[in-house]
């Protein structure tokens, strides 16, 4: 779920996952501002100050950042100065360009936040693994009273154990964890909160997590176990293994292995690709698709000079007349085409995967114009898209270039 306007300035955060399914997000972030309300009337100090240095928030697995946004707008409105914001999530590892614009939106909106409320502003850390966060975290990061932890279904950064120790490990006392993911019972997603507290064993550190019962939780719980959010999540699980099934003959094979399992000759090499080709078709891709991945698994293993030769496309046959190149999308599930050649200009239109390109000799660092899209696509005559969102180093390819 995204902001409906082009023009939005939230237009790269989203909601994802069971949080777009407004019955189940309301009360679970409705829980989280109520604790909020319920906590901040107990620390002393000026209006708005939370202890020292404001409200030190935690967030693991979600990228998305548009329920973060609202949650931490809403304990704002409580007169809450939010001092620290700690964002953990595998995207932050190698961003493309969606995520650095989710990353640009929230830190903005943060900034302006605070100018208005005539405060510090709020300092905003991410992180691309949960290693690199306990590795880096300082002191001064440490001490933090809330917690949210919600990631997907199938693919999670961290276990629940490791969650709980962590949880143990930076939160003040009184702070809360608030998760919304699977849980290892079998019964599938849960929402469920606990609130740090002493007393607890010394392997611990003396504390421990008390679970918190409260109505709107239970109204959470509730909505997910509707036959509506189950059967969306069930698709979500569906995805999710057609994807595993994709990408797992492509996987290495181990170290004792490889040799074994490795091609020999140029039959057994064919025949190999043949195979990936039906596991691609298999996961639901369409023609063009599994012939680029195929393309793309013969320049990694140095093949390209073996590979049969593929008719032109009309499109390629016109960028040959006129001198210039074509691109094809490789970026899942699409990139989108911006009216300047710079991450906040306005989206004029987007290009799904596979979609090709002829561009112009114009270019301007990554960005390159576009001189002819696809034909059902009507692009403005200035429309510019980023091939490579890791500034020139080649890791976050957006495009590949086929002449």
Request: aromatic fraction near 6%; charged fraction near 25%.
């Amino acid at each position: 779920v995204r902001p409906a306007s082009q023009d939005s300035p939230f237009g790269g955060l989203a909601l994802d996952g069971l949080l777009a399914t407004s019955t189940v997000r309301c009360p679970f972030r409705d829980f989280i501002v109520e604790w909020a309300r319920d906590n901040a009337i107990h620390y002393t100090g000026k209006p708005g100050g939370w202890r020292d240095g404001g409200l030190k928030y935690t967030v693991i697995g979600n990228s998305a950042l548009l329920f973060d946004l609202e949650v931490l707008q809403r304990i704002r409105g409580l007169g809450v100065r939010i001092g620290q914001i700690c964002l953990v999530d595998r995207a932050y590892k190698w961003p493309v360009v969606n995520t650095m614009r989710a990353l640009q939106e929230f830190t903005d909106f943060q900034r302006a936040a605070a100018t208005l409320a005539r405060e510090a502003p709020t300092e905003v850390l991410a992180f691309g693994s949960l290693q690199d966060y306990t590795d880096q975290i300082t002191e001064a990061a440490k001490g933090a009273h809330l917690m949210l932890h919600c990631e997907n279904c199938q693919e999670a950064i961290v276990e629940e154990d490791d969650c709980d120790k962590l949880a143990m490990q930076v939160l003040c006392h009184g702070g809360l964890l608030a998760r919304m993911t699977n849980v290892r019972s079998g019964i599938g997603c849960a929402a469920g909160a606990w609130a740090l507290v002493p007393g607890g064993p010394a392997y611990q550190g003396g504390v421990d997590l008390q679970p918190l019962n409260d109505p709107l939780m239970v109204a959470c719980n509730d909505a997910i176990a509707s036959p509506a959010v189950q059967m969306r999540v069930q698709m979500q699980q569906l995805a999710w293994v057609r994807k595993e099934a994709a990408e797992k003959p492509q996987q290495e094979a181990p170290p004792e292995e490889e040799d074994k399992s490795r091609p020999k000759t140029q039959a057994e090499l064919d025949a190999l690709e043949e195979k990936l080709k039906d596991a691609d078709r298999a996961s639901g891709l369409s023609e063009a698709q599994v012939m680029a991945r195929s393309r793309m698994r013969a320049r990694e293993r140095g093949g390209d000079a073996k590979a049969k030769p593929l008719r032109k496309s009309a499109l390629q046959e016109r960028a040959e007349h006129y001198g210039l190149d074509v691109w094809r999308v490789i970026h899942h599930p699409h990139v989108v085409v911006r009216a300047a050649p710079k991450g906040n200009a306005k989206i004029v239109g987007q290009l799904d995967f596979g979609q090709e390109i002829m561009v112009s000799k114009e270019k301007k660092g990554s960005w390159l114009r576009i001189s002819e899209g696809p034909i059902m696509l009507n692009l403005p005559t200035d429309a510019w898209v980023l091939v490579d969102a890791s500034e020139g180093l080649g890791k976050s390819m957006m495009f590949e270039q086929l002449t």
